[in-house]
């Protein structure tokens, strides 16, 4: 990596971790991975942040709004 | 021409009502996906609960232009955030305006600079934002980054599905969800960590 690499580790960050990267620029970040701990923890950072916002949202539905919904069957579409 | 037959007529309407019952016992078994998703978007889990059923109640209506075989869980969610945006016309929310941090690393900094570097490989930090901090950081992110970021990072679409839902092409998806997760960080720093 040229010029600053943990910049241009950082560009690669987010798409780093949705597995977009290609295999070149993937590889460029895990060789800086691999020597930097500066940019190794705020990978990791990242990653169990993104778990985190995915297992804040498992809630599940309010009771009785299944049965409310399951009563909106046949409407018509005039209705 | 020749008139339909009461036989082909009698089976013409059952197996329309097979299909139709079909289609919404598929639309009411993703009812909990649709439903985590209308809870990120609006405020309250009331409102939330409305959306959802209004949400059910046009697909239902209009189940005769889901093409079947295609993605219903991506055309439920297209019908779900386009009332949404209606919905957010009618109360008229002036997005805020807000200069961004240029930086991934904004959050991860703000932490170690408060906790040490060390910090950032303890999941303890990251448990310590509240599921609060979550809900009221994704409801100060302006609408359309929002919504991109609710439909990738927790309803698990694709890019591809997100720019069918939104309608709009998949570059503009990246941009979105790239800018609505710095905007999210951002707000969990000011809020959770200050």
């Not at chain 1, 800086?32 to 809630?59: I, M």
């Not at chain 2, 100060?140 to 927790?154: A, M, N, T, Y």
Request: one cysteine or more; proline letters at 3%.
């Amino acid at each position: 990596m040229s010029g600053d690499p943990c910049g241009r580790c950082e560009e690669l960050l987010q798409d780093f971790l949705d597995r977009t990267l290609s295999d070149s620029e993937w590889r460029e970040a895990e060789v800086h991975l691999e020597g930097c701990d500066y940019c190794r923890r705020r990978y990791r950072f990242e990653a169990s942040l993104r778990r985190y916002v995915r297992t804040s949202s498992l809630e599940r539905m309010p009771p009785g709004l299944m049965e409310k919904l399951a009563e909106l069957r046949g409407l018509d579409a005039t209705a | 021409m020749s008139e339909a037959s009461p036989e082909t007529d009698a089976r013409r309407i059952a197996t329309e009502a097979r299909d139709r019952a079909r289609f919404e016992e598929e639309a009411l078994a993703l009812a909990d996906q649709v439903y985590r998703v209308a809870r990120r978007l609006v405020g309250s889990r009331e409102e939330a609960e409305d959306l959802v059923q209004e949400t059910y109640a046009r697909a239902f209506r209009s189940w005769r232009s889901f093409t079947p075989g295609t993605n219903l869980r991506a055309w439920m969610l297209r019908i779900l955030t386009n009332l949404n945006v209606d919905r957010g016309r009618k109360i008229q929310r002036t997005p805020q305006t807000q200069t961004l941090e240029e930086t991934d690393y904004y959050l991860a900094n703000k932490v170690a600079a408060a906790s040490g570097e060390d910090a950032l490989e303890s999941d303890d930090v990251v448990e310590r934002l509240s599921q609060d901090s979550i809900v009221n950081a994704l409801s100060e992110i302006q609408p359309q980054f929002r919504d991109v970021v609710v439909l990738v990072d927790i309803g698990d679409f694709s890019y591809a599905d997100a720019a069918q839902i939104l309608d709009v092409p998949i570059g503009t998806v990246m941009s979105r969800l790239h800018r609505g997760r710095r905007a999210l960080k951002q707000h969990l720093a000011e809020g959770a960590l200050s």
